[in-house]
């Protein structure tokens, strides 16, 4: 079984363009769309109409609550524009996005439960940062009871393993998929995951599942001046072409 990850696409819909043709490409059995659709860029709606076309499950990000609640509030403010612009069918759609997802895979020796959030298992807007407390990590795992915890909201791609403390030689893997459509990790191309689980994979080993992050060019310039061309702050374009 081969999952891809999108996260954080932020109405980039260039970047999420040359992002499905990758997964296109490849031999990927599913999907799966971690939230943030919206947000920094001007074509939330493309965004929003292309998951659904390819009926996409997707979570709700904090910026995807955001847009809901400014529609909500009727808010009309300067700073809010990246969501006024969300159209009402797009709101809808939104407003009925999971805060979770949970998958359960069964391999030779056990079924592997699999968790989705956007930032953690808690909040939308918790970072679950690659250099998180060894401790605090795990504790997350054994509350939730997963083996695989997969999160985006910070835009930085990483795969980090750690030993199970109540089951020596048993590891858990916390992926995050890194952005679509805003990275932040000083690499400026889209973003996305490749997690591989099959009958044989084995958890009392480290390389239990594999993980692959793939990097897709696209054109950046295209994204950035359509920023610059709109209300939204030029720094939003600046950031796109540095990849912070």
């Not at 529609?71 to 969300?86: E, F, L, M, P």
Request: with cysteine; proline share 5%.
């Amino acid at each position: 079984m081969r999952i891809a990850i999108l996260s954080d696409i932020h109405a980039n819909f260039p970047a999420l363009e040359q992002t499905l043709k990758s997964i296109d490409e490849q031999k990927i059995d599913a999907i799966y769309c971690l939230g943030d659709l919206v947000g920094y860029n001007v074509w939330p709606n493309a965004v929003i109409n292309e998951i659904r076309k390819r009926h996409i499950p997707t979570l709700a990000g904090n910026h995807d609550v955001k847009a809901v609640d400014i529609h909500n509030d009727g808010s009309k403010d300067s700073g809010s524009y990246a969501y006024q612009i969300v159209g009402k069918e797009q709101i809808s759609y939104l407003s009925a996005l999971p805060a979770h997802i949970k998958l359960e895979y069964q391999t030779a020796d056990k079924p592997i439960k699999i968790l989705m959030v956007h930032g953690s298992p808690y909040s939308n807007t918790e970072y679950l940062l690659e250099d998180k407390d060894e401790k605090k990590f795990t504790a997350i795992f054994l509350d939730t009871d997963t083996d695989i915890l997969i999160c985006g909201h910070s835009h930085k791609p990483y795969h980090r393993v750690l030993e199970n403390p109540n089951k020596k030689g048993c590891y858990f893997h916390a992926v995050n998929a890194g952005s679509v459509g805003k990275p932040k990790d000083g690499n400026p191309k889209c973003c996305y995951a490749v997690i591989t689980i099959n009958k044989s994979s084995d958890f009392s080993k480290k390389e239990g599942i594999k993980v692959e992050f793939i990097r897709v060019q696209y054109d950046i310039e295209k994204a950035a001046q359509a920023i610059e061309q709109s209300d939204l702050p030029d720094s939003y374009a600046h950031m796109l072409r540095e990849g912070y």
